[in-house]
Nanobody, 124 residues
């Protein structure tokens, strides 16, 4: 059973940085796509970034392109989301997701496996 555990959320001032981690277990992830999504109160869950584990190809939403970086550590089975130049509108619960052989990585419905989420709050 695939399990995902996020960590690294917290409270930061606008312009600051945070790094989120997603530790994956219970599977062989070489052919998985790993995604980060976020959900703010009263809003739908939205795509943030994704990475294909074997190729390292990355995808970003327009809202975070140039500020956030997704990466993975093969030895640790961990995916990271480095978030720089944070804005108050980045405030949300951030979720890690995983799906084997995913085709469309930007859709939440693509993913079968989800973490519990980690809160990110950016103060102005």
């Amino acid at each position: 059973q695939v399990q995902l555990v996020e960590s690294g959320g917290g409270l930061v001032q606008a312009g600051g940085s945070l790094r989120l981690s997603c530790a994956a277990s219970g599977g062989t992830f070489s052919d998985y796509a790993m995604g980060w999504f976020r959900q703010a109160p009263g809003k739908e869950r939205e795509f943030v970034a994704a990475i294909r584990w074997n190729s390292g190809i990355t995808y970003y939403s327009e809202a975070v392109e140039g500020r956030f970086t997704i990466s993975r550590d093969n030895a640790k089975n961990t995916v990271y989301l480095q978030m720089n130049s944070l804005k108050p509108e980045d405030t949300a619960v951030y979720y890690c997701a995983a799906e084997r052989a995913a085709v469309t990585v930007r859709r939440a419905t693509t993913y079968d496996y989800w973490g519990q989420g980690t809160q990110v709050t950016v103060s102005s």
